[in-house]
Each structure stands twice: as structure tokens, then as C-alpha cells.
């Protein structure tokens, strides 16, 4: 197993507003291995946003573990947490606008971060002709982002996010706006991206097509993991396989407490190392 590089356990995140309490995260536990590309997916209000805008560093937990590489981002210091964001994450938002600068040409979004880094122009022109290539975009150098489709843009995007080279990557739902097929070519340069650079990717995203295209795929509800889809790398198939914690929890999907009729208590039988749980 390659050494985890995110470590999220038991993490909490309670937003408090002025009459009630919130609970977005309630004990997560996920781990990504370094150069790893996986995706969450899940209901809306699951929780997905909330993880990765931990993260990235653009909001804090409230209670549990989290760090990514060496990095505490439960004990991090408001200008340490500004050098995380400028050197350890790129951010993908679902919104193409948010992403670009919309008066400057694809080429100088790309250029951008690197100018403001203090990276001579010269180089920062090279690495960005270099990454408008990587997502495939070389010839569209000098549109500026209303002169793209929305594919294009977000493409622009991922250049944008690794232009500074973070060693992590992360998008919120980057294809939510595009149809299937542009977000296929989305996912599909995300991918060559990964594999090429070895920079760990996580992806949030609504798409359960995304399977077929990143090693792993995590499923969140309720402010946890609850299941991993896991493609069998011989016949592909998608196995969905139930999450079980450090302290042995298990999630039972909703389906299964429906059918099983397990409401408040069950019962957990091991005979040859095979467990059994039923309702009583
Ligand atoms: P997802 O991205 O899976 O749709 P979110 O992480 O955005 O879910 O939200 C998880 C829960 O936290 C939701 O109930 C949401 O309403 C709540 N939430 C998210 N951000 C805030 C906030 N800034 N203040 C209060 N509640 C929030
Ligand atoms: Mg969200």
C-alpha cells in the first residue's frame, strides 16, 4: 500500500448559525493515497462540499483528525493555512466563471498564478503554452473564456489550478455544468493529468460514470463514508462495498435496514468467518 497522503478520521464539522446547529461532517474517516485519483459522490447535502472546501483550506474542521502530507489542517495558523492554499491545492469549482478571469486570454489565465508566484514572464509562458497542451486547448492560446465552450473552459481551469504545480488537486463537482460528453473529456484529461504528473486528484461529483474513469469512487451520506464503489479491474464490474471504520462501525445503507427490517437493535452472528446481521 502506498503511504497515505490525506488522512481524514473522525472529522466533524458543525456550522452554527444564529438558531440552530448544522452537523456536516459527523465522523469522517478517509484516506487517499498519494498520486491517487478518486471521486465522492453522494445526495446533496451529504457533506461533499464541506470536505473539500477542509481540504483545501478554505475552511476548518470543528472536531477530529486531518493532514494532508505533513500538514495538521486542524492546528494550522491562519498564515500557515495561507501558504497551504497557494502551494499545496489546486481548485476546480463547478462554476466555469469562477474559475477564469474572463479579460484575459486562456493563455494568460494560465499565466497568472505563476506571475503573481514572482515567476519570470518567459517561464511562466512556457509552462502555460505547455499546460493549455496537456488539457489539449494549444490552438485556442488566445480566447479568452466567453470565445470557449464550456468543456474548453474548464479545461483552462485545470490548467489554471496546476500552474503553480500543488502537489494536490481538487474539484467540486468541475462537470455539473457540461453534458456527458464534454464531461467525459473533462474527466478523460483530469486522468492523463493524474497519471503523467502523479498529482493526487479528488474529484466531487454527481456523475456515476466517473468509475470507469478514477481508481476509487467513495460514497457519502450523512456526513460519512458510507460505501466505496470498487470496479473489478477484470470483468469491471462495480462492486459496491460497505465502509467499516477504525472503531469497527459499520453503515448499513437504508435499503438493506428496510428489508431486513432492523430497526433499533440486531443481532451478529459469526460462524465461519462469515458475519450475519438481523433485526430483532
Ligand atoms: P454537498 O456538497 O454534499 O451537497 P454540503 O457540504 O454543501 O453538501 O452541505 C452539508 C450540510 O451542511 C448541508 O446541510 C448544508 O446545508 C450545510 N452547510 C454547508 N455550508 C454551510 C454553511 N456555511 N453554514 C451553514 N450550513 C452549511
Ligand atoms: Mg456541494
Known amino acids: 500500500m502506498p503511504e497515505n497522503y490525506i488522512y481524514a478520521e473522525e472529522l466533524f464539522k458543525i456550522y452554527k448559525t444564529d438558531e440552530l446547529e448544522v452537523v456536516a461532517l459527523r465522523g469522517l474517516d478517509l484516506q487517499v493515497a498519494k498520486g491517487e485519483m478518486m471521486a465522492i459522490v453522494g445526495a446533496s447535502g451529504s457533506g461533499k462540499s464541506t470536505f473539500l472546501n477542509i481540504l483545501a483550506g478554505l475552511d476548518t474542521p470543528s472536531a477530529g483528525q486531518i493532514t494532508v502530507g505533513k500538514r495538521d489542517l486542524l492546528r494550522m495558523k491562519d498564515e500557515d493555512l495561507v501558504d497551504y492554499r497557494r502551494r499545496e491545492v489546486g481548485f476546480i469549482w463547478q462554476q466555469t466563471g469562477r474559475n477564469l478571469i474572463p479579460y484575459l486570454t486562456a493563455l494568460q489565465n494560465i499565466e497568472a498564478p505563476m506571475i503573481l508566484e514572482g515567476v519570470k514572464r518567459r517561464i511562466a509562458k512556457a509552462r502555460a503554452q505547455e499546460l ?149
Open 132 to 280: 493549455l497542451t496537456a488539457v489539449g486547448l494549444s490552438d485556442k492560446a488566445r480566447r479568452r473564456p466567453n470565445e470557449l465552450s464550456g468543456g474548453e473552459q474548464q479545461r483552462v481551469a485545470i490548467g489554471v489550478a496546476l500552474a503553480n504545480q500543488p502537489p494536490l488537486l481538487l474539484a467540486d463537482e468541475p462537470t455539473g455544468e457540461l453534458d456527458s460528453a464534454t464531461a467525459d473529456e473533462v474527466f478523460r484529461v483530469l486522468r492523463e493529468i493524474n497519471r503523467s504528473t502523479q498529482v493526487t486528484v479528488v474529484i466531487v461529483t454527481h456523475d456515476r460514470e466517473i468509475t470507469s474513469r478514477v481508481d476509487r469512487v467513495v460514497a457519502m451520506r450523512d456526513g460519512k463514508a458510507s460505501t466505496e464503489l470498487v470496479r473489478d479491474a477484470e470483468s469491471s464490474d462495480v462492486n459496491e462495498l460497505a465502509v467499516v471504520d477504525r472503531s469497527g462501525r459499520l453503515q448499513i445503507p437504508r435499503e438493506y435496514l428496510d428489508e431486513a427490517n432492523i430497526q433499533r437493535r440486531a443481532r451478529i452472528d459469526l460462524t465461519d468467518g462469515k458475519v450475519t446481521i438481523k433485526g430483532e
